[in-house]
């Protein structure tokens, strides 16, 4: 098992940008984010393959995010431009399995907190 570490979460006005990072304590494969608002369900955001080659996106997010990551430091990144109120959410890394549903991951860190002001 993995631990992971996310930061980089704020304040942040409509319009501006934020870059996460998640730390993992070991060797990872495939890193995923996701996110959840107060009052709905955990949703995925972003993932990206070992290598970096492969990456994949919600329709929500895609064209503002981006997901990248360095080996050597065992971090993956969520860029995020032009941030919208609707952003809002605690920001989660989660390792150890691949696809959308959060419910197949076995590896998550603590959430880091993103708030989108208008």
């Known amino acids: 098992q993995v631990q992971l570490v996310e930061s980089g979460g704020g304040l942040v006005q409509a319009g501006g940008s934020l870059r996460l990072s998640c730390a993992a304590s070991g060797r990872t494969f495939g890193m995923t984010w996701f996110r959840q608002a107060p009052g709905k369900e955990r949703e995925f955001v972003a993932a990206?393959?070992?290598?970096?080659?492969?990456?994949s996106y919600a329709d929500s997010v895609k064209g503002r995010f981006t997901i990248s990551r360095d080996n050597a430091k065992n971090t993956v990144y969520l860029q995020m431009n032009s941030l919208k109120p609707e952003d809002t959410a605690v920001y989660y890394c989660?390792?150890?399995?691949?696809?959308?549903?959060?419910?197949?991951?076995?590896?998550w860190g603590q959430g880091t907190q993103v708030t989108v002001f208008s």
């Open positions: 990206i393959s070992w290598s970096g080659g492969t990456t």
């Open positions: 989660a390792a150890g399995a691949l696809g959308r549903s959060p419910t197949t991951y076995s590896d």
